[in-house]
T-cell receptor, first 110, second 114 residues
C-alpha cells in the first residue's frame, strides 16, 4: 500500500472548517483513500473513503486531486468533540490491513 | 444499532497469568479483525477472520497469542502466559463484506501486565 504524509498537528477554531491535508504521491490506480480518526482513549472511527471522485457524508467531505496524489478531509463546522488524531490511509483492493501512520492531531480551539 | 462490543474494557494482571479478551462484532458482519496499539508501534493487525475462519495470522507476535472465532457473533484473543511487553490497547474491528470493506472498531481493551 502507498505511503501517506500528513502534518503532525493542526489547530482549528470552533465553528470554522477544518481542512486536513494528506499526500499520497505513490498511490496506485486501484487504491482507495480512507480517513479514520481516534479520539483519546477510544477506538478508531471511520469517517469517509473515496477512489477518484470527491465524497461527502454526514461527517465530512473528501476532496481528491485529479492526479490522486493528494487529498483533503474537510470538517465543515468543527466542534470541540472533533479534537482527535486523524489518519489518512491508502488501501489497495484485497488488502486486509489498515496501516495507521502517525496521523494529524487536530485541536479545535474554543 | 450496537457497534463492536469488547470486554473487559480494562484488564490488569500479573506476568505469567492467562488473559482472555472478548469481542462481539456488529451483527451481520462476516469479517473480524484483532489489532494492538502501543505508543512505540502504533496500530498493528494481529489476525483476521472471514466467515469464522482465520485468514491471516501473520501479525500474531508468538505462540503465546491465540485467537478463536467459534461463531459469527463471538471471538476471543488469548495470551498465555502474559508478559509486561504485552501491555497495550487491543482493538477488535468488523466489516460487512470481507477484508476490503470498511472496518468498524470497538472501544478497545486496555491491558496492563505487571
Amino acid at each position: 500500500d502507498a505511503k501517506t504524509t500528513q502534518p503532525p498537528s493542526m489547530d482549528c477554531a470552533e465553528g470554522r472548517a477544518a481542512n486536513l491535508p494528506c499526500n499520497h504521491s505513490t498511490i496506485s490506480g486501484n487504491e482507495y483513500v480512507y480517513w479514520y480518526r481516534q479520539i483519546h482513549s477510544q477506538g478508531p472511527q471511520y469517517i469517509i473513503h473515496g477512489l477518484k471522485n470527491n465524497e461527502t457524508n454526514e461527517m465530512a467531505s473528501l476532496i481528491i486531486t485529479e492526479d490522486r496524489k493528494s487529498s483533503t478531509l474537510i470538517l465543515p463546522h468543527a466542534t470541540l468533540r472533533d479534537t482527535a488524531v486523524y489518519y489518512c490511509i491508502v488501501r489497495g483492493k484485497g488488502a486486509n490491513n489498515l496501516f495507521f501512520g502517525t496521523g494529524t492531531r487536530l485541536t479545535v480551539i474554543p | 444499532d450496537a457497534g463492536v462490543i469488547q470486554s473487559p474494557r480494562h484488564e490488569v494482571t500479573e506476568m505469567g497469568q492467562e488473559v482472555t479478551l472478548r469481542c462481539k462484532p456488529i451483527s451481520g458482519h462476516n469479517s473480524l479483525f484483532w489489532y494492538r496499539q502501543t505508543m512505540m508501534r502504533g496500530l498493528e493487525l494481529l489476525i483476521y477472520f472471514n466467515n469464522n475462519v482465520p485468514i491471516d495470522d501473520s501479525g500474531m507476535p508468538e505462540d503465546r497469542f491465540s485467537a478463536k472465532m467459534p461463531n459469527a457473533s463471538f471471538s476471543t484473543l488469548k495470551i498465555q502466559p502474559s508478559e509486561p511487553r504485552d501491555s497495550a490497547v487491543y482493538f477488535c474491528a468488523s466489516s460487512l463484506m470481507g477484508a476490503e470493506d470498511t472496518q468498524y472498531f470497538g472501544p478497545g481493551t486496555r491491558l496492563t501486565v505487571l
